[in-house]
């Protein structure tokens, strides 16, 4: 005789008892761990979308080049299932770099004014549905280090770069380059504002990088964003995992 020893697939625990059958008769366990966020599971699941490693790998998916279509098929799931797990993460997402703002000690950056303050701040156009319907992915980042401070969505009008003021405001930043687009010019004081093509290439080069690893972001194909949330929530992913730091 064989014995098989069942974990659980959210907390590994083995503390594991059987807790009757679905309505399909397959054996349904229970996870006796006081600690397990989800309890009930089963070993062989008719739907896979259900399995955590399979939720895990939707969000990676879909910032590496995948859309929400093909990783439906390499995963053997459904669409809906992936905009439904997608979706879940619009209420852990960020717009400012907090793990940055707390790491900038007043009295450092008082001292050290001239590196600590400088940003650079540029625009990205992306549309939803049809070009008709531009989202444009304001964005700042640091010009010495290359980390990214805040970014916001909207239309490239005046709201979008009011916004990132504002967002940008606790940084207490000296110096903010960006390109000769009028909503800078109207809104930021000339004596910090910087706007030049040149002291912008860090924040282009990551708008490359974005549209090279999201597939709705890409030029030239037939790949777009449906919904202004999609949009939003998987861009503000892409920015709150690998420039924030953050477990999303
Ligand atoms: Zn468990």
Request: net charge positive; aromatic share 8%; proline share 3%.
């Amino acid at each position: 005789m064989t014995f098989i020893a069942v974990r659980c697939p959210h907390c590994q625990s083995d503390q594991i008892v059987k807790r009757g059958k679905t309505t399909r008769g397959t054996q349904r366990y229970l996870c006796q761990n006081t600690l397990c966020t989800k309890g009930s599971f089963l070993l062989d699941y008719g739907n896979r979308g259900c399995l955590p490693e399979v939720k895990h790998t939707i969000n990676d998916m879909s910032l590496n080049a995948s859309g929400v279509r093909d990783t439906a098929r390499s995963l053997h799931i459904c669409p809906n299932t992936v905009l439904r797990e997608l979706k879940k993460k619009a209420t852990v997402l960020e717009s400012v770099n907090t793990a940055l703002l707390r790491t900038l000690n007043p009295a450092e950056v008082a001292w050290d004014m001239e590196r600590a303050g400088e940003a650079e701040v540029d625009e990205m156009w992306s549309f939803v549905g049809n070009k008709g319907n531009p989202r444009w992915l304001w964005h700042a980042i640091d010009h010495h280090t290359g980390k990214v401070f805040a970014y916001v969505f909207g239309r490239r009008k005046d709201e979008g770069s009011v916004q990132l003021k504002t967002l940008l405001e606790p940084f207490g930043l000296t110096r903010y380059s960006t390109d000769h687009w009028g909503a800078y010019t109207r809104h930021l004081d000339p004596d910090v504002h910087n706007p030049s093509t040149r002291n912008t290439q860090q924040i282009e080069r990551k708008h490359l990088t974005l549209r090279t690893r999201m597939k709705r972001l890409v030029r030239k194909t037939i790949c777009l964003s449906k919904t202004i949330q999609m949009h939003d929530i998987v861009i503000g992913l892409f920015v709150n995992r690998y420039a924030f730091g953050r477990a999303v």
